[in-house]
């Protein structure tokens, strides 16, 4: 099975950045989905940002401040953070779809305050 490493969480103020790195033990595809969800407290997990061949998708509300990148070669993925709000502070989660079965990682916090 393979196992998903975050790192790159934080303390950020508003307007501020971060970035999170993602790296899976095994060989990943580009076919294969593969991004970042969040969960803030008393909130259902949420979708940030996912890429999976040519196509990525963002939530509507990091679009132009976030930005996802994959190296297949190094079985990571990035997720880089601009003009953050108090509203981003969540666990911040790896996710891998791999032979029609889900995998996350362990999470990783990630907090906007000033």
């Known amino acids: 099975q393979p196992q998903l490493v975050e790192s790159g969480g934080g303390l950020a103020q508003p307007g501020g950045s971060l970035k999170l790195s993602c790296v899976c033990s095994r060989q990943i595809f580009s076919s294969e989905p593969m991004g970042w969800y969040r969960q803030a407290p008393g909130n259902q997990r949420e979708l940030v940002a996912l890429t999976s061949g040519s196509t990525i998708t963002y939530a509507d509300s990091v679009k132009s401040r976030f930005t996802i990148s994959r190296d297949n070669d190094k079985n990571t993925v990035h997720l880089q953070m601009n003009s953050l709000k108090p509203e981003d502070t969540a666990t911040y989660y790896c996710?891998?779809?791999?032979?029609?079965?889900?995998?996350w990682g362990q999470g990783t916090q990630v907090t906007v305050s000033s």
């Open positions: 996710f891998l779809r791999y032979s029609q079965r889900e995998y």
